[in-house]
């Protein structure tokens, strides 16, 4: 497969779980369950958009509620949620988002439009597959060339045989 682009906007996951700032932990936690993801991205919702203002994992869940024994049913989102949010603009190139991680030391980036509306998600996982197939893609150009290579001189070294 041959890479669409290099910018954030065409590997991201668009269907987004969220919740907002209210929402109870214990509903964060059903959330994650019943969609099958490790984080939510808390949303501001301010003129019909979604404004991402934070993130919550299921670590932050288990670092941060159950280890400690606090009641889930009273803490919200609000409470738990990483303070400074990192996000990715969806005209960011890959490298740029990586870097972005990096920095930051987090696996999952919002990715926000212009108007700095929720478009996406992008993850580590994400972007590892990406660079898998572009990494693949490489490998098999080396292998043909080498092929190449190894054809030509035996084809080379066949005509060069006194005979």
Known sequence: MRARSTTVDSYCVRNVVTATRETPVARCAQLMHDEHVGGLVIVDERGG??????????RDIAIEVVAFGVDAQTLTAGD??????????DDEDLLSVLATMREHGVRRLPVV????????????DNLWEVLAE?????????RAGQTRERKTRIAGALQAAPG
């Open 134 to 142: 572009e990494v693949d893609g490489l490998a098999r150009v080396v």
């Open 49 to 58: 958009q979604s404004i991402p203002v934070g993130m919550i994992t299921d």
């Open 113 to 124: 439009g212009a108007d700095g509306s929720l478009m996406g998600i992008v993850t580590a």
């Open 80 to 89: 738990i949620m990483a303070g400074e949010l990192a996000v990715a603009r």
